[in-house]
């Protein structure tokens, strides 16, 4: 089963993908470090930020790692690296 | 003898009156200077206000009547204390409002100076403050804005050595600061404290605000408990900010303090705020309260006091732009050797490797734009231009040589990474060449060759 949801790329996650938002079909069901290696095999230049950055889907924050995820049609995934100016 | 004695006389009252007016003059400065702190001391504790006085009441009248804040808020308010970490685009406006909003003691740390490329975005420094310490600047505007409210400026920077010292002598801490290092100070600092931290962040167009450590909620280490690695940290000399972001992201961050201080408490505390203002959205992140496993605040912390930040973050305390050196000496060449290769009209191609929107601004006028990321993603429409162009002035060149390629950029660090593309592409993407970079690149050129090339 898959679904479709959009991502959207803040700070440094929009400069490496060049993308502010798209639209992906992705498994329905998976772990959070599974849609991560998803959104980066579609931009490999994410995985520097890697460490240092929350997910969250439908605006609630989830850990990168063995999360079990349910994705649904329409879902929003964003990828928020820190900023750090002032 | 007469004569002599009157025009003695006359001369002494113009002295007299000269003194009274340098007088005057002295206790008007005196009384306009705030005296600027270079290190931390201890302050005595905040006056307790029993009540308002009729000056209070006229003044704060508009928030009194608000039943969510009223004469408790405005009590509590005027017995509590702010330390703000960096005067600059978030500092500013934040300073403003809670002086503005009658906060008892607010301390402004910052250990820079006044520029003109700040003034876009720091609005509590003026054209005549250029070159004054920031805090000394800042300290001035919000005493003329509210006199009532103490005011300590800091010109220092803050460091694992005085940090726990100065934040401890405050009720709530505002972190404005504009590096990385310093952010995870001031984490440490206040978790280690017990203080809230109320967090602020600007880039370009986007802009974040948490208050961590506060009631249950997260820190900073519990959402990154890895810094990020510094060639992904953009600062704002080099990403850019258009100075109403962070002017947004510090009122923003004055109302959460002002909640906290005035007793009705933040939202904050496990929510990530996030501000687009391209698309003029707030969007807001449910986070979790704290990590059990977090390295400062969880259950079996590791950092139990506080570290070396810029070894744990791999970059300096600042957001000066930093110095790269990934080329040999004779990879590299001056602007004053560049001048003299220009001046003696050998062949050869200068590659501007800057954005688009920084060729804009200025250029050398006889330079190639292609920036950096389409190298890197080799564009091809790019390295077809970039081929004609090598073709063009291997034309030029009289004898068998490879084409010499010149890079430059704004401060030297893209087009060091220009250099090691284009050697990479020599002999297989584009025709041989030799590549060097222009040290210091087009900043240097305005510094050393041309005075009339403009600085940004």
Same mark, same amino acid.
């Given at each position: 089963?898959?679904?479709?949801?959009?991502?959207?790329?803040?700070?440094?996650?929009?400069?490496?993908?060049?993308?502010?938002?798209?639209?992906?079909?992705? /498994?329905?069901?998976?772990?959070?470090? %599974?849609?991560?290696?998803?959104?980066?095999?579609?931009?490999?230049?994410?995985?520097?930020?890697?460490?240092?950055?929350?997910? /969250?889907?439908?605006? %609630?924050?989830? /850990?990168?790692?063995?999360?079990?995820?349910?994705?649904?049609?329409?879902? %929003?995934?964003?990828?928020?690296?820190?900023?750090?100016?002032? | 003898?007469?004569?002599?004695?009157?025009?003695?006389?006359?001369? @002494?009252?113009?002295?007299?009156?000269?003194?009274?007016?340098?007088?005057?003059? @002295?206790?008007?400065? #005196?009384?306009?200077?705030?005296? $600027?702190?270079?290190?931390?001391?201890?302050?005595?504790?905040?006056?307790?206000?029993?009540?308002?006085?009729?000056?209070?009441?006229?003044?704060?009248?508009? *928030?009194?009547?608000?039943?969510? +804040?009223?004469?408790?808020?405005?009590?509590?308010?005027?017995?509590?204390?702010? $330390?703000?970490?960096?005067?600059? &685009?978030?500092? =500013?406006? @934040?300073?403003?409002?809670?002086?503005?909003?009658?906060?008892?003691?607010?301390?402004?740390?910052?250990?820079?100076?006044?520029?003109?490329?700040?003034?876009?975005?720091?609005?509590?420094?003026?054209?005549?403050? *250029?070159?004054?310490? #920031?805090?000394?600047?800042?300290?001035?505007?919000?005493?003329?804005?509210?006199?009532?409210?103490?005011?300590?400026?800091?010109?220092?920077?803050?460091?694992?050595?005085?940090?726990?010292?100065?934040?401890?002598?405050?009720?709530?801490?505002?972190?404005?600061?504009?590096?990385?290092?310093?952010?995870?100070?001031?984490?440490?600092?206040?978790?280690?404290? &017990?203080?809230?931290?109320?967090?602020?962040?600007?880039?370009?167009?986007?802009?974040?605000?948490?208050?961590?450590?506060?009631?249950?909620?997260?820190?900073?280490?519990?959402?990154?408990?890895?810094?990020?690695?510094?060639?992904?940290?953009?600062?704002?000399?080099?990403?850019?900010?258009?100075?109403?972001?962070?002017?947004?992201?510090?009122?923003?961050?004055? @109302?959460?303090?002002?909640?906290?201080?005035?007793?009705?408490?933040?939202?904050?505390?496990?929510?990530?705020?996030?501000?687009?203002?391209?698309?003029?959205?707030?969007?807001?992140?449910?986070?979790?309260? #704290?990590?059990?496993?977090?390295?400062?605040?969880?259950?079996?912390?590791?950092?139990?006091?506080?570290?070396?930040?810029?070894?744990?973050?791999?970059?300096?305390?600042?957001?000066? =732009?930093?110095?790269?050196?990934?080329?040999?000496?004779?990879?590299?060449?001056?602007?004053?050797?560049?001048?003299?290769?220009?001046?003696?009209?050998?062949?050869?191609?200068? $590659?501007?490797?800057?954005?688009?929107?920084?060729?804009?601004?200025?250029?050398?006028?006889?330079?190639?734009?292609?920036?950096?990321?389409?190298?890197?993603?080799?564009?091809?429409?790019?390295?077809?231009?970039? #081929?004609?162009?090598?073709?063009?002035?291997?034309?030029?060149?009289?004898?068998?040589?490879?084409?010499?390629?010149?890079?430059?950029?704004? $401060?030297?660090?893209?087009? *060091?990474?220009?250099? *090691?593309?284009?050697?990479?592409?020599?002999?297989?993407?584009?025709? +041989?060449?030799?590549?060097?970079?222009?040290?210091?690149?087009?900043?240097?050129?305005?510094?050393?060759?041309?005075?009339?090339?403009?600085?940004?």
């Amino acid at each position: 089963m898959t679904t479709e949801v959009s991502v959207f790329y803040f700070a440094k996650s929009a400069e490496l993908t060049g993308l502010k938002s798209e639209t992906i079909r992705v /498994a329905s069901e998976l772990t959070t470090v %599974e849609l991560w290696q998803d959104l980066v095999s579609r931009h490999p230049r994410l995985s520097a930020v890697r460490d240092s950055v929350v997910l /969250a889907v439908r605006q %609630e924050y989830l /850990a990168l790692g063995d999360v079990r995820v349910s994705l649904r049609d329409g879902d %929003e995934v964003a990828v928020i690296p820190p900023l750090s100016g002032g | 003898m007469a004569e002599e004695v009157s025009c003695l006389k006359a001369r @002494l009252m113009e002295k007299e009156k000269e003194i009274v007016a340098l007088k005057n003059k @002295l206790a008007l400065e #005196k009384n306009s200077l705030i005296d $600027l702190q270079e290190k931390v001391t201890t302050l005595p504790p905040l006056k307790l206000k029993a009540a308002l006085s009729n000056e209070d009441i006229m003044r704060y009248s508009r *928030q009194l009547i608000l039943p969510e +804040f009223g004469v408790q808020g405005q009590l509590n308010l005027s017995q509590t204390s702010v $330390l703000v970490v960096g005067c600059g &685009g978030l500092g =500013c406006p @934040l300073a403003q409002y809670l002086a503005a909003a009658g906060i008892g003691r607010v301390g402004l740390l910052d250990y820079d100076e006044v520029e003109l490329s700040n003034l876009h975005r720091q609005v509590l420094h003026g054209e005549d403050s *250029q070159g004054q310490a #920031k805090a000394q600047s800042a300290a001035h505007a919000v005493r003329r804005l509210n006199s009532t409210v103490e005011c300590i400026p800091y010109h220092l920077q803050l460091s694992p050595e005085n940090a726990l010292q100065l934040i401890q002598q405050y009720d709530i801490v505002a972190d404005c600061s504009d590096n990385v290092p310093t952010r995870y100070l001031v984490n440490d600092a206040c978790v280690l404290s &017990g203080k809230p931290l109320v967090s602020a962040s600007a880039l370009r167009m986007e802009g974040q605000l948490t208050v961590y450590n506060y009631r249950g909620g997260p820190c900073y280490r519990c959402l990154y408990p890895k810094p990020p690695p510094p060639e992904m940290v953009t600062n704002c000399s080099d990403g850019g900010i258009l100075g109403v972001v962070p002017g947004i992201m510090g009122c923003f961050q004055a @109302l959460e303090v002002l909640k906290i201080a005035s007793g009705q408490g933040s939202s904050c505390g496990q929510q990530l705020l996030m501000f687009d203002a391209q698309d003029a959205k707030f969007r807001s992140i449910r986070l979790r309260s #704290k990590q059990a496993s977090c390295a400062v605040c969880g259950e079996n912390p590791t950092v139990t006091h506080l570290v070396d930040y810029e070894k744990f973050c791999g970059s300096a305390a600042t957001d000066k =732009c930093r110095r790269l050196s990934l080329l040999s000496k004779d990879q590299r060449v001056t602007v004053q050797e560049y001048k003299s290769i220009v001046d003696n009209t050998a062949a050869h191609l200068l $590659l501007d490797v800057r954005p688009l929107v920084e060729v804009d601004i200025c250029h050398l006028p006889t330079s190639l734009n292609i920036p950096l990321s389409s190298l890197e993603d080799r564009k091809s429409e790019h390295i077809r231009v970039l #081929k004609e162009r090598i073709g063009r002035v291997k034309e030029q060149m009289s004898n068998e040589s490879q084409v010499p390629v010149y890079v430059i950029c704004k $401060l030297g660090n893209d087009s *060091q990474k220009a250099v *090691q593309v284009l050697e990479k592409m020599s002999g297989s993407e584009v025709d +041989f060449v030799t590549v060097k970079d222009i040290c210091g690149g087009l900043m240097a050129w305005a510094q050393k060759i041309d005075p009339s090339f403009p600085q940004y």
